[in-house]
């Protein structure tokens, strides 16, 4: 009777949670219908319905999947509910899995309040390669903590490794829309395999590895081979940028490439120079070719590779210059709306866009810090750093590990100084900062409660080890617990 007692009211604050991530999820897609579309977004869609050939400056893993969706459903608006759908979704598993092992109410109802704080919501209906790789990250890292969950109650080795190649499907997905995303899904790799095995060996490291090798570079191999996206060597871009900051006209007028390009490299650090343009050159200075960067890639990446040795300290102070403009004037913190177009797409709420962009600005305005990239980065230091010892210290620590490794990664590479580029580690410290918090606590000895009052009940410091004797698993909160017991053996420890 006790054990029913305790089952219903789990069972209804599951369902609560549920709806509530159902309602949010909801208000997200009628917000952002049919999804908010900048140039690159709608370059993409254009890939994605034929109108033009699939190229790999985007990365066509995207555009593949926008085209898989408009088949089966008939309308290119499902892209951004399919957004919505994987973002709520993990917050809803993590807010279930907070609830199962804290027993904690209001912990696991600030899980799914994260989906509405104005630097998380403001992109979760832009359809970006960043926003995707942003949410598979986060969908991977639920799928650790239900690995948390279950490891305690020696499940089959089956779900174990079914929940391993779902983490590392979403690990390799993220990778595959965002190139330099590997850096921050290496640490979310490790919290998923920690989390499935309390101390996996050698050889469970390789079979782990090997998993997320091929989750990667078999549907890699499968779009290059199969799809054959035009090749555009965008990463030129990047050499691009070196360039033509970093060599004076004076240099670029005697370097040893042909005369067009040659040309084309004066003029463009002319106009940078004019415009004020500190990156994106490709798009903001350069006389582009019909051709793009193909014709030009070889010759400039020459050009860099004599030159950048020759010029290193002026090469560090342009791109710590540079970095320090992603940290300290970190832009675009809100994507209004569909770029006007051609293929007559608007927005279907337009007053519902205006109040977001009211609530995001306005926070921008108000607490600008939260937008900036070196706020995000001092955070994941920390979590990093001191994730405490209480029962959540191993993602914590992945957490903070994972978004500082994404943002220094962009020191050498950072093409902007937009938000969407510190994105995932806003989302990411965010999360870690609420479950440091939920951790601690639940670290505290209760106070004594009444018999029955258990909805609030949290684990104490003496709970039973692996070497000592253990209760039947039962499905109430209390008896869950255990499962927070090997989090504190983690890197945070």
């Excluded at 999947?65 to 759908?85: C, E, H, K, P």
Aim: aromatic content about 10%; overall charge neutral.
């Amino acid at each position: 009777m006790e054990k029913m007692g305790w089952v219903l009211p789990v069972q209804r604050w599951v369902r609560g949670l549920a709806a509530v991530a159902a309602l949010c999820c909801l208000g997200t897609i009628l917000t952002f219908a049919p999804g908010y579309l900048s140039p690159d977004s709608l370059d993409q869609l254009r890939q994605a319905r034929g109108m033009t050939p699939l190229t790999d400056w985007h990365p066509p893993a995207l555009s593949l999947l926008w085209r898989a969706l408009i088949a089966a459903t008939g309308s290119f608006a499902f892209m951004a509910v399919l957004q919505s759908l994987v973002f709520w979704g993990a917050l809803w598993v993590l807010a279930w899995c907070v609830w199962d092992l804290t027993a904690s109410r209001h912990g696991s109802l600030a899980v799914l309040g994260l989906g509405l704080l104005p630097w998380v919501l403001t992109f979760v209906g832009v359809v970006w390669k960043d926003v995707h790789a942003a949410f598979a990250l986060l969908a991977a890292c639920a799928v650790a903590f239900v690995g948390l969950r279950l490891r305690e109650g020696h499940s089959r080795p089956v779900v174990r490794w079914g929940l391993l190649w779902l983490g590392v499907l979403f690990l390799a997905y993220a990778m595959l829309v965002r190139k330099n995303a590997f850096l921050a899904a290496i640490p979310i790799f490790g919290l998923l395999v920690l989390a499935l095995w309390r101390g996996p060996g050698r050889r469970m490291w390789v079979k782990c590895t090997a998993a997320l090798l091929a989750a990667l570079l078999v549907p890699a191999a499968a779009i290059s081979l199969i799809a054959g996206p035009v090749q555009t060597h965008q990463s030129a871009q990047i050499v691009l940028d070196d360039l033509v900051h970093v060599l004076t006209v004076e240099e670029l007028r005697s370097a040893d490439v042909p005369p067009e390009l040659r040309d084309r490299l004066v003029a463009a650090a002319r106009e940078c120079d004019r415009v004020g343009a500190l990156s994106d050159a490709y798009w903001a200075c350069y006389e582009r070719p019909a051709d793009g960067l193909r014709g030009d890639s070889d010759e400039m990446t020459s050009l860099w590779l004599w030159e950048m040795s020759g010029h290193v300290p002026q090469y560090i102070q342009y791109r710590l210059q540079l970095f320090a403009s992603l940290l300290f004037e970190t832009g675009y913190q809100y994507k209004a709306g569909v770029t006007p177009n051609d293929l007559g797409i608007e927005v279907a709420h337009p007053r519902l866009e205006d109040t977001l962009g009211t609530y995001v600005k306005g926070m921008a305005e108000d607490m600008p810090w939260l937008f900036r990239g070196w706020f995000w980065l001092a955070v994941a230091m920390v979590l990093a750093i001191r994730p405490g010892k209480g029962l959540f210290s191993m993602p914590v620590r992945a957490l903070g590990i994972s978004s500082a490794a994404y943002i220094l990664g962009y020191l050498p590479i950072v093409p902007a100084t937009d938000f969407r580029y510190v994105y995932w580690p806003a989302m990411a410290c965010s999360l870690g900062l609420l479950l440091l918090w939920l951790g601690r606590r639940a670290t505290t000895p209760p106070q004594t409660a009444s018999p029955g009052a258990g909805t609030d009940r949290t684990v104490t410091e003496h709970q039973p080890t692996d070497t000592e004797s253990r209760s039947p698993r039962s499905d109430a909160p209390a008896s869950r617990q255990a499962a927070g017991g090997p989090a504190q053996a983690g890197p945070g420890g």
